[in-house]
Nanobody
Framework: QVQLVESGGGLVQAGGSLRLSCAAS????????MGWFRQAPGKEREFVGT????????YYADSVKGRFTISRDNAKNTVYLQMNSLKPEDTAIYYC?????????????????WGQGTQVTVSS
């Protein structure tokens, strides 16, 4: 069973940057796609971005494209989400997740394991 722990969240002003980390334990995830999702209070969890487990291909939601970057360090069994030009609407709890296979997927129900989340708050 994969265990994921997110870190790096915090409070930042609009226009600022944060880098989130997701460290996995119990199993290597280099062969699996990884995803980042977020959930704001009172809203449903939404897709942020994903990175493939083989080629490292990335895909992002339109709302974050050009501002967020996903990367992974398989030696550390860790995936990152670099968030730049943050906006107040980016405020949410951010979750990382492991997909069922190597290919990138967008829907949350295709991810099998989830972290507990880390809070990101962007002030105006």
């Amino acid at each position: 069973q994969v265990q994921l722990v997110e870190s790096g969240g915090g409070l930042v002003q609009a226009g600022g940057s944060l880098r989130l980390s997701c460290a996995a334990s119990g199993r290597a995830f280099s062969g699996y796609a990884m995803g980042w999702f977020r959930q704001a209070p009172g809203k449903e969890r939404e897709f942020v971005g994903t990175i493939g487990g083989s080629t490292g291909t990335t895909y992002y939601a339109d709302s974050v494209k050009g501002r967020f970057t996903i990367s992974r360090d398989n030696a550390k069994n860790t995936v990152y989400l670099q968030m730049n030009s943050l906006k107040p609407e980016d405020t949410a709890i951010y979750y990382c997740a492991v997909a069922r296979g190597r290919g990138i997927v967008v829907l949350a129900n295709y991810y099998d394991y989830w972290g507990q989340g880390t809070q990101v708050t962007v002030s105006s």
